[in-house]
């Protein structure tokens, strides 16, 4: 008897798992269907309903999606009448640095290094001339130029405005700026318990 449910188990079991990930031609027997079939349509499918017949809409004229509109030029470009803005728009504080630094650790790093001296795992295992951040020219960039730079990219580097939002971009550029900061501080600016740590 106990022979003849295991058997039954483990065939229910063998059926449920081949109906599941079925790659035959044939329409697979579904006992839970899960969410396979939904009424939807997916991007660039056919919609009848629509007298151009895309499915995918574009945004109806003189509307601007909410967090979409960019009427600020030097927040959202970094730049007023063609020059770089000099100093960072957000207001500096531990909150925005340590979300700058997240940011920078998950976009930058990869290339730049968590010290931002170019030397990122990238870096060291391609020939790419990835930028040192910590470069006196870099330095001297005003705010706007660094914020530009991770926006629309320069050279050999690409820009990640898609990406990043403009808020991220900001608090990146406050990071920078620490660890560019950080990367010239006189062991005076140690603060002193952190001091037995350095060696
Ligand atoms: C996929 C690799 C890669 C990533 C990711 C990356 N960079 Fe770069 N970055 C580069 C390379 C390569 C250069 C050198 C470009 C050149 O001079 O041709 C560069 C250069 C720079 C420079 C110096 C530009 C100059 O004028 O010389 C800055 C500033 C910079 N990156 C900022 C950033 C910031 C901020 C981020 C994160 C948002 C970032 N980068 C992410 C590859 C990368």
Same mark, same amino acid.
């Given at each position: 008897m106990m022979k003849t449910t295991t058997a039954l188990l483990i065939a229910l079991a063998v059926l449920t798992i081949s109906t599941g990930c079925n790659s035959s031609q044939n329409t697979p027997f579904e006992i839970?269907? +899960?969410? +396979?079939?939904?009424?939807k349509w997916k991007a660039q499918m056919e919609n009848p309903f629509f007298s151009d017949r895309r499915a995918m809409r574009k945004p109806v004229e003189g509307t601007v999606a909410q967090?979409?509109?960019?009427? +600020?030029d030097s927040y959202h470009?970094?730049?007023?009448e063609g020059k770089f803005i000099g100093r960072n728009p957000e207001k500096i504080n531990k909150e925005l640095l340590v979300y700058g630094q997240r940011k920078f650790n998950t976009?930058?790093?990869?290339?730049?290094g968590q010290t931002g001296d170019g030397k990122g795992i990238v870096a060291q295992r391609s020939l790419w001339q990835v930028g040192n951040m910590l470069d006196p020219r870099i330095k001297e960039y005003p705010d706007g130029e660094i914020y530009s730079v991770a926006s629309e990219g320069r050279r050999t580097m690409n820009g990640y405005r898609n990406q990043i939002g403009d808020r991220e971009r900001w608090a990146i550029v406050a990071y920078v700026r620490a660890l560019q900061r950080a990367s010239s501080a006189?062991?005076?600016?140690?603060p002193a318990q952190l001091l037995p740590s350095l060696h």
């Open positions: 839970i269907p +899960d969410m +396979d079939h939904q009424q967090g979409k509109l960019f009427a +600020d470009l970094g730049v007023v976009y930058c790093s990869p290339c730049h006189p062991v005076a600016d140690v």
